[in-house]
């Protein structure tokens, strides 16, 4: 059983250059569909793990010159210019609530650079929900890392997406086989220990399926 009070949900960069159509990645001739029919079902995840007073962490991707190496930037011109932009660094289609915590990081790993293990460890998180994109980047390279950090890993294969669906299945294949478990959001909400109000359960079971 996985208690929610010990479970964080990372939300990994759900942001307009990589999810709108007017985005750098869109401009890179990034095919968006998989990214536009995952984004509701990330938006009731959320949701429904704030109901059961789960930890909520927007892990945001934003890139300066100052933190930019030579051998980072050598990835190409045009991925110089994601997350340099005000816009482009900003949410999609999500909303922060009061309660959530927001992790800015510079690399593909949530981990590296940032103070999330120390937020992560000073409440006593032991479990990570994963959610965002892209599953063979960003939300890969800090599963990886969070494993390997002890941390029990859940990927929610229905909460994340590649630009194409061979990356997608192909990362959720190597997480699955070594780097912790790959689940759905309801896979998951079963066993949760939360179970001490029927009719909560009850409607939210409904709300899964709706």
């Known amino acids: 059983m996985i208690n929610p009070k010990y479970t964080a949900l990372l939300v990994i960069d759900v942001q307009n250059d990589f999810c709108s159509s007017s985005g750098e990645m869109a401009k890179k001739n990034k095919d968006l569909s998989y990214i536009e029919e995952t984004i509701p079902k990330i938006a009731k995840t959320i ?36 997350c340099t932009t005000e816009w482009g660094r900003q949410l999609y289609k999500l909303e922060l609530k009061r309660t959530d915590i927001v992790v800015s990081k510079n690399r593909y790993s949530a981990f590296i650079g940032t103070n999330l293990d120390l937020i992560l460890r000073s409440n006593k998180i032991e479990h990570l929900l994963f959610a965002g994109f892209t599953t063979n980047v960003c939300v890969e390279s800090t599963v990886r890392e969070g494993f390997m950090r002890d941390y029990s890993t859940i990927t929610l294969s229905d909460c994340t997406a590649s630009y ?46 709706g």
């Open 47 to 82: 949701d429904q793990c704030r109901d059961t007073g789960m930890t909520i962490i927007f892990i945001n991707t934003e890139h300066q010159q100052y933190t930019d190496s030579q051998t980072w930037g050598a990835r190409g011109e045009a991925a110089k210019k994601v």
């Open 164 to 209: 194409s669906d061979v990356e997608h299945k192909h990362a959720l294949h190597i997480l699955s086989n070594y780097f912790g478990v790959v689940m759905t959001w309801k896979e998951v909400f079963e066993k949760l220990t939360h179970r001490n109000n029927q009719d909560y359960l009850n409607a939210s079971s409904n709300n899964l399926s």
